[in-house]
């Protein structure tokens, strides 16, 4: 059974920082590529980074050179380091591959003075 769990959310000013972590069980994320989502309050879903399995990396455009995605093989764990936030950013955060599956309960980023 896939699981996983998201954390490192919290509310930040503009312009600060947060590290995302992905932990993973019952999937090994090194052989499949996966994906940082986010939907905020009233808006769809989308999708905001993705890693393949050779670790190839693309990101949505409203994130470009702020975000970046990285996955450690031997904890089985995603990443998603967020810099130079933005109020726009504040939305619930997703982990999940990008050929489906269940959600976890994601991690809420808050970004507000």
């Known amino acids: 059974q896939v699981q996983l769990v998201e954390s490192g959310g919290g509310l930040v000013q503009p312009g600060g920082s947060l590290r995302l972590s992905c932990a993973a069980s019952?999937?090994?994320?090194?052989?499949?590529?996966m994906a940082w989502y986010r939907q905020a309050p009233g808006e769809q879903r989308e999708l905001v980074a993705a890693?393949?399995?050779?670790?190839?990396?693309n990101y949505a455009d409203s994130v470009k050179g702020r975000f970046t995605i990285s996955r450690d093989n031997a904890k089985n764990t995603l990443y998603l380091q967020m810099n130079n936030l933005k109020p726009d950013d504040t939305a619930v955060y997703y982990c999940?591959?990008?050929?489906?599956?269940?959600w976890g309960q994601g991690t809420q980023v808050t970004i507000s003075s």
């Open positions: 999940r591959p990008t050929h489906g599956g269940p």
């Open positions: 890693i393949t399995i050779g670790g190839s990396t």
């Open positions: 019952g999937i090994t994320l090194s052989i499949n590529r």
